[in-house]
């Protein structure tokens, strides 16, 4: 009704913690990507489904549904991999997974899980950085500038522009490769190129 979805990806925000913690995103862990048997990755993302088995031998084993930004993939837990980690395997936990390639008949990869481990998503501050803007103040110039000031300070926090000036302000949000690592000299740069205001409220 709204034209909005109410809901976001489960991992939206999180994505560029992620990526960084990951080897490959699940959509190119292929054998087309080069990937092949025998050969380690790094997966991370949400646990989405834990299927827990127990073999003719009588031992406990688990198959895990990752599921990432791209794409989701089956893992298999066997033996003592399991035993270490069975505690942690619970759906909706964020998690990355060391995993090794095996060849199936049809030619693409199956995983086995190596280790598990948790990162850390809870970033401290993590909100959108808002930098306030007269519309009448932009100018190609002062575009470049600002583009200039974030790029010199990469990290994972979203930028987002306010333009002000208008009816209502409107904001916009920037691309990816403008996030930012939040920073006394990332505010400093940008008070300098835009007032000391610009980043109130």
């Known amino acids: ?67 990432d930004m791209t794409g989701e993939v089956e893992i298999s837990f066997f033996a003592k991999t399991y035993d270490t980690f069975a505690r942690d395997l619970t759906e909706d936990a964020v998690v990355t997974i060391k995993a090794r390639a095996r060849e199936r008949g049809d030619g693409g990869l199956q995983f086995s899980a190596m280790e598990l481990r948790i990162p850390n998503v809870t970033v401290a501050d993590n909100a959108p950085v808002a930098i306030n803007v007269p519309a009448g103040r932009v100018t190609p110039p002062l575009v470049e500038e600002v583009k200039g000031i974030l790029r010199s300070h990469p990290g994972t926090v979203e930028v987002r522009m306010v333009l002000t000036g208008g009816e209502k302000p409107l904001t916009m949000r920037l691309g990816d490769e403008f996030r930012v690592a939040k920073s006394s000299a990332l505010y400093g740069d940008l008070k300098a190129a835009l007032g000391p205001n610009c980043l109130a409220g």
């Open 1 to 67: 009704m709204l034209g909005l979805y109410v809901s976001d990806h489960p991992l939206s925000g999180l994505d560029h913690v992620l990526r960084a913690e990951a080897s490959h995103q699940i959509l190119n862990a292929t054998p087309a990507q080069g990937l092949g048997d025998g050969d380690q990755v790094v997966f991370a993302g949400l646990i989405t489904r834990v299927d827990r088995r127990i073999a003719r031998s009588g031992n406990a084993y688990a198959i895990v549904v990752l599921e």
